[in-house]
């Protein structure tokens, strides 16, 4: 398995434009994170789901940010408009059993809003 | 829920000495306790974890101790490597809710 994909690698965007970040679990991975990371803040849990359910959406910051997961293989992280404080690294990760076992990271999409 | 706190946020070392890294967590039912080691411009990945039917753990030149009575664990490396530098999260989780990550610890070993 390639382990969890993100796309894109690094995204640079003006204030106010829509940015979509994408996820490719782990297969057979049931439980799919997203996390955002700042110097500042650390990790940061933005929502989390399991068999595609959303099951803690209480980490996003604004409604400007929305996630979704139409299926097992594929996950959004969504912001719009987007603001220069969303500026940081987002991490996907999965794991096979929700919050016991491992948790895979994505190598991460570094988010630029100027 | 679950809250983490880890400590230092910095540690630098000798090359060959040992590291210890401390993280306390609140929720007495959380009974898995990962590490993950962030190499800089990389992804966290996992080093070792420890469940709370084990007291220690070890896996070559690291180790993982539990305290459940004092709801504490702590990462120890011993013999210290210039590879070893890197931002180390400890994460608490009582399973089938999600892992809670203390701030990190960057830890950076001199030659």
């Known amino acids: 398995d390639a382990g969890v994909i993100q796309s894109p690698r690094h995204e640079v965007t003006e204030m106010g434009q829509e940015v979509t970040l994408r996820c490719k679990p782990i297969s057979g991975h049931n439980s799919l994170f997203w996390y955002r990371q700042t110097m500042m803040r650390g990790l940061e849990l933005l929502i989390y789901f399991n068999n595609n359910v959303p099951i803690d959406d209480s980490g996003m910051p604004e409604d400007r940010f929305s996630a979704k997961m139409p299926n097992a293989s594929f996950s959004t992280l969504k912001i719009q408009p987007s603001e220069p404080r969303d500026s940081a690294v987002y991490f996907c990760?999965?794991?096979?059993?929700?919050?016991?076992?491992?948790?895979?990271f994505g190598q991460g999409t570094r988010l630029t809003v100027v | 829920g679950e809250n983490v706190e880890q400590h230092p946020s910095t540690l630098s070392v000798q090359e060959g000495d040992s590291a210890v890294i401390k993280c306390t967590y609140s929720d007495s039912a959380s009974n898995y306790f990962p590490w993950y080691k962030q190499e800089l411009g990389k992804r966290p990945q996992l080093i070792i974890d420890?469940?709370?039917?084990?007291g220690e753990k070890k896996d070559q030149r690291i180790a993982v101790t539990l305290n459940k009575t004092a709801k504490h664990f702590s990462l120890h490396i011993t013999e210290t490597q210039p590879e070893d530098s890197a931002v180390y999260f400890c994460a608490a989780s009582r399973g089938y809710s999600t892992l809670t990550f203390g701030k990190g610890t960057m830890l950076l070993v001199s030659p």
């Open positions: 420890i469940r709370s039917n084990v």
């Open positions: 990760a999965s794991s096979s059993v929700w919050g016991a076992t491992e948790a895979f």
